[in-house]
Structure formats: C-alpha cells, structure tokens
T-cell receptor, first 114, second 112 residues
C-alpha cells in the first residue's frame, strides 16, 4: 500500500528566508502524481504545486519549488523569501495515475517569524 | 479549475442529533469525495460518491453513520448521524478535475 510520510510536525522560519519541508513516500507504481497542499487557518485547502512522476524536471511555481528524487521516493518543498501569508499547515499527497484517491501525509505546521 | 460551495461553514450541535453538509460544484463531475479532518490531523477519506450509485465507504466508516446522497453530477450531501463529541472535526468535500483535487471551504463541526 502507498504511504506518505512527513517527518516534521512543525517548522519555523524567519520572514524573507528559505525553508524546506520534507516528504517521503512509498509506492511500487511508476506513474503517479505528487502534490503539496496548503491549509491556512481559514481551512481552505489550496494546491501549492504538483509534480508528475514521469517528468524529470522539478516543478516550480514562483517562490515555491520542489526537489523530486524519484529513486529515493522523496518530494521536498522549498519556499523562498518566506512571507507571513505562507504560515499554514502543509500537506504532501500522492495519487496513482489510475486512481483519483489521494494519500495524505500527516502535515507540517509552518510558522513564519516576523 | 473547480469552484465548490460547501455549507454550513460551521455548526455546533447537540449530541444525538444529525447534521447534513452540502456541496455544490460549479460544473459536472463524476466522483465527489468526502473527508474528515480531526483536530490537528491530516485528512481521512470517508467515502467516494458517484452519481446514480451508492457511495463507496472506506474502512471504519459506515453508511448508517455517514449517509451520502448524490442526486446529480454537481451536488452531494453528507449527513453525520447520531452525533457524539468524537465526531467534532472538519468535514471537507472534494472533486478531481484532470489531475488536481479541489476542495470546499470545509465545515467545522463541534458536538456538545
């Protein structure tokens, strides 16, 4: 069965600095998707970035980028120039190509220090 | 993208009562997903709702406790029945469009 592990329950970073959130997963599939979702106190789950497993190039969305290591089954999220609005729970999620069901990590609470 | 309207956004309910949560999607989708998020925890899938058939429940969730309706391709409801304080959670509906999952705003349920 697929699993997703986020080993950092909480991370804190100074405003304007860079932080990396870790995620590892376990799967025997070759085709799948990986996601980072953000959940601020408003509860709204928002997609931050996604990565298709068949793509070797790491996904980037403005200040957010991933380090996707397929062989190591690692999918970390780097947030550059951290802003106060980045404070939220961050969830890593996995989805098989043939299935819509998402497998979720436990989440990492990101605190931004002004 | 997909826009999902979820109601109510929050409620405080007496134990033993039931609450029905509604989700309306801005366009047709085949499957809708209902999640529970207990305080400080990750999302747990309750069930998958397909239009025209009974919902498929995950292990640990039963239809008598969480009945789901899916009358058409844009709407679904989840009922939390005979509530106890252990049901206090955030409940979220979700759809998948192409690759990405979209979520309603969530319903924060407190059972007293």
């Amino acid at each position: 069965a697929q699993t997703v592990t986020q080993s950092q329950p909480e991370m804190s970073v100074q405003e304007a600095e860079t932080v990396t959130l870790s995620c590892t997963y376990d799967t025997s599939e070759s085709d799948y998707y990986l996601f980072w979702y953000k959940q601020p106190p408003s509860r709204q789950m928002i997609l931050v970035i996604r990565q298709e497993a068949y793509k070797q190039q790491n996904a980037t969305e403005n200040r957010f980028s991933v380090n996707f290591q397929k062989a190591a089954k690692s999918f970390s999220l780097k947030i550059s120039d951290s802003q106060l609005g980045d404070a939220a729970m961050y969830f890593c999620a996995y989805r098989r190509d043939s299935n819509y069901q998402l497998i979720w990590g436990a989440g990492t609470k990101l605190i931004i220090k002004p | 993208s997909a826009v999902i309207s979820q109601k109510p956004s929050r409620d405080i309910c007496q134990r033993g009562t039931s609450l029905t949560i509604q989700c309306q999607v801005d366009s047709q989708v085949t499957m809708m997903f209902w999640y529970r998020q207990q305080p400080g925890q990750s999302l747990t899938l309750i069930a998958t709702a397909n239009q025209g058939s009974e919902a498929t429940y995950e292990s640990g969730f039963v239809i008598d406790k969480f009945p789901i309706s899916r009358p058409n391709l844009t709407f679904s409801t989840l009922t939390v029945s005979n509530m106890s304080p252990e049901d206090s959670s955030i409940y979220l509906c979700s759809v998948v469009r192409q690759v990405e999952a979209f979520f309603g705003q969530g319903t924060r349920l407190t059972v007293v």
